[in-house]
């Protein structure tokens, strides 16, 4: 009896290891959350070259994107935002002017946010800040504040309004 019991425990665990593993499974989209938090960091540090080679990187990223692989929900919301975000990145790839970047950043952190609401890229939480001063907002990986619209001279200039993944 024992021996059933010591079976059935296993069988158990087993299946229920599997279950949450696929529960766990990142979606497709969730590199795009990891490249915008590299633009963000970048704007943050007011390196233009750099949020430049990331927005290209962005690019790459959306572009690449195996819209098989996603849910019909999911590939439905991110084909909503997937011009927009394109649009955007492209802008901030294409130019060194960090006041230009940042303008664009604030477009393409809005849709960004959109799409982050509406599908569940990572299991970690996704701060959703706001700086009064350029009336934008961003995302962020930490809930301390690092504007990327101002940089070094507003540093710690903002709020978090939201928190996805609470």
């Given amino acids: 009896m024992k021996k059933i019991f010591l079976l059935v425990a296993l069988i158990a665990t087993a299946f229920t290891q599997q279950l949450f593993a696929q529960d766990a499974k990142p979606t497709a989209l969730a590199p795009l959350l990891a490249s915008y938090f590299d633009i963000k960091n970048a704007l943050v540090s007011s390196n233009s070259a750099d949020a430049a080679a990331h927005a290209g990187e962005f690019l790459k990223t959306i572009n690449g994107i195996d819209m098989k692989s996603l849910p019909e929900t999911d590939m439905t919301t991110f ?14 790839s294409e130019s060194k002017d960090i006041a230009h970047q940042r303008e664009h950043f604030a477009n393409f952190s809005a849709n960004f946010f959109k799409l ?5 890229l990572t299991d970690q939480r996704v701060y959703y800040d706001y ?3 350029q009336k934008s907002y961003w995302l962020s990986a930490d809930a301390s504040i690092k504007n990327p619209y ?17």
């Fill in 79 to 92: 084909m909503a935002y997937q011009d927009k975000l394109a649009f955007d990145a492209r802008h901030i």
């Fill in 116 to 120: 982050a609401k509406a599908i569940k």
């Fill in 131 to 133: 700086c009064p001063m």
């Fill in 150 to 166: 101002f940089g070094k001279q507003m540093l710690t200039c903002g709020k978090v309004t939201e928190t996805l993944n609470k």
